[in-house]
């Protein structure tokens, strides 16, 4: 047995049908939005390439996106902006974005495996897994879509934005973010709720007050 098969077969033993794995992208930046990947594989799908989107090349994500799509039962994608996040926080924006897709995806999932994040006493039955997109096939491949998702999002903030380089940072907190972000201050995608951008804009407001 694969052991990236683990967790959903051992979900298969117990009498559940339609397990979804879930994950995010994007809990770490100080700009651009959140996006919650969710899949569900038919029983007993594996594919070896299919792993923790983080250890995976950026031209094979986008090869094994198409992939996971085709061979997903079904599949959904939650963007959630950066006022929410902002008004959530991103640990209950990530959990909010997963129970959304958890409701509208197209097949009803009956059991869920989620990387390191409780979906709460009220939601369908599930389990919550340390480093669960490694260690799942179906969480991994939430990475994934998640993750390309993002990185597309984010290519095209750095059209608009261009002098923020978000085409290589993606949002993150890099030196050459936050120095672009001292430079040139806040645009519209920075996450007020985050630090490095508070800082700025107590800076801002400073100057305001001088």
Known sequence: MCERLQYENEAYQKGYHYIIGLDEAGRGPMAGPLVVG????????????????????????????????????????????????????????????????IERIGVKPDFALTDAMPLGDDAIDHLSIIKGDAKSMSIGGASILAKVTRDRIMKEYAKIYPEYGFEKHKGYVTKAHKEALAKYGICPIHRRSFKPVQDVLHQQLSLFDD
Do not use: H, Q
């Open 38 to 101: 969710g899949v569900i594989f038919p029983k007993g799908f594996y594919d070896e390439r299919i792993n923790d989107s983080k250890k995976l090349t950026e031209k094979k994500r986008e090869a094994l996106y198409d992939f996971i799509i085709e061979k997903a039962l079904a599949y959904d994608i939650e963007v959630i902006s950066v006022e929410e996040v902002d008004k959530l926080n991103v640990y209950e924006a990530s959990r909010t974005g997963m129970r959304r897709i």
